[in-house]
Structure formats: C-alpha cells, structure tokens
T-cell receptor, first 114, second 112 residues
Framework: QQPVQSPQAVILREGEDAVINCSSSKALYSVHWYRQKHGEAPVFLMILLKGGEQKGHEKISASFNEKKQQSSLYLTASQLSYSGTYFCGTHLADRGSTLGRLYFGRGTQLTVWP | DGGITQSPKYLFRKEGQNVTLSCEQNLNHDAMYWYRQDPGQGLRLIYY???????QKGDIAEGYSVSREKKESFPLTVTSAQKNPTAFYLCASSMGVRTEAFFGQGTRLTVV
C-alpha cells in the first residue's frame, strides 16, 4: 500500500529547481508531504485534499491529480536548508478496512550544494 | 506547549526480551500511528488507532503489540517474536484524514 516516489535521489546546486513525484495504485483522499533531516522527526510541508484544497508551506508548492492518483512536489530556487529526505504520505479514499491509514513512500533524498 | 513525546530516545535490549516504547500526545488528537523506519525503506506502518480502545494492524504488525486505553497514550511493545527489531521507531498523531500528522522525535532501538 506504500505510494511510489521518484526519483530516489536528487543532487542540486543552490538556486536550482527540483520536482519529486508520488503515485498510488489506489484512489486517494489526501496526499501529505514531509521533509526529514537525518535522525530527526519528519516535518510537515503540505497537505493536498481531494477536491482541491491544500494547506502548507509558503515557499513550496505541490499538485494533486486525483484521477491519476499522483502528486508532485515542486522545490524552486532551492536553498541549502532544503537538503533532507522527502516523504509523501497518502490517505486512501477507500471507506473500508484501510480507512484512516496513513501510508508513506520510501522517500527521495535531496542534496543541495552551495 | 502541545506536542507528541516519545521516550526514551535510545534503547538497548538483549535479544529475547520484550520492550515497550512510550508515545504521549497532548494535542487532543484522535488518531495515532506507529511507524518503523529502516534505511531505504521509508516509513512502514506498524499499527494505527483512530479512537480510544480501538486499533488496527498496519502492514508490518507481526511481532508488535499496542494498546490505546487513553486518548493521550499509544505505547508500542516490541516482542521477542519480532525477528529483526533493531530500527528507528516513530510515533505520530493527527486530528483525522484532512489534517497533517505530527511526529515524535523517535526512539532508536538496538537489540543485541
């Protein structure tokens, strides 16, 4: 039930842009994005809900294609502080046994160099 | 300040012993989750609970047990049946499917 993330790793220079993708084989109710620094707790970036509502970080944007069950996170003009592992999390739209479960992908490791 | 607290941060146990990881939140959240994190595996769901006295297995529940007797607390027991328990364990909570999850700082368990 884990969503699939791509790419696995990205290396950027400061100021460059990056896109991280997340896809699911099942219909989604919401998509979450988090960033984790090594050995720390994941930090919330953004949530995108079925129907178009989204809440989150001012400098980071994301899209959610409900029909394709895909989401993308857009990091523009990257800064050194953007380095870390990015995870997408998904709540399935299934009202059955998986209701309430929050699944995460394997992560995308982003490294920003000066 | 509201938040979610995991303790201890580091835990060492001998093989064959059960161990309980603590997770407490004062955010008044209904939903709580336990994840296991191994390098390259992402966050894998062990157990989750949507309400007091109710919890459901996640994808890797074998060798683990939980309880949810109070809204604030969701302890995880790693039993001797868990074949490879050494990992980083994260607890999270949320109001529901329309809101973000908040994570604790994690417990790194090492079994020797």
């Amino acid at each position: 039930q884990q969503p699939v993330q791509s790419p696995q790793a990205v290396i950027l220079r400061e100021g460059e842009d990056a896109v991280i993708n997340c896809s699911s084989s099942k219909a989604l109710y919401s998509v979450h994005w988090y960033r984790q620094k090594h050995g720390e707790a994941p930090v919330f970036l953004m949530i995108l809900l079925k129907g178009g509502e989204q809440k989150g970080h001012e400098k980071i944007s994301a899209s959610f294609n409900e029909k394709k069950q895909q989401s993308s996170l857009y990091l523009t003009a990257s800064q050194l502080s953007y380095s870390g592992t990015y995870f997408c999390g998904t709540h399935l739209a299934d009202r059955g046994s998986t209701l309430g479960r929050l699944y995460f992908g394997r992560g995308t490791q982003l490294t920003v160099w000066p | 300040d509201g938040g979610i607290t995991q303790s201890p941060k580091y835990l060492f146990r001998k093989e064959g012993q059960n161990v309980t990881l603590s997770c407490e939140q004062n955010l008044n959240h209904d939903a709580m989750y336990w994840y296991r994190q191994d390098p390259g595996q992402g966050l894998r769901l062990i157990y989750y609970s949507q309400i007091v006295n109710d919890f459901q297995k996640g994808d890797i529940a074998e060798g683990y047990s939980v309880s949810r007797e109070k809204k604030e607390s969701f302890p995880l027991t790693v039993t001797s049946a868990q074949k490879n328990p050494t990992a980083f364990y994260l607890c999270a909570s949320s109001m529901g499917v329309r809101t973000e999850a908040f994570f604790g700082q994690g417990t790194r368990l090492t079994v020797v």
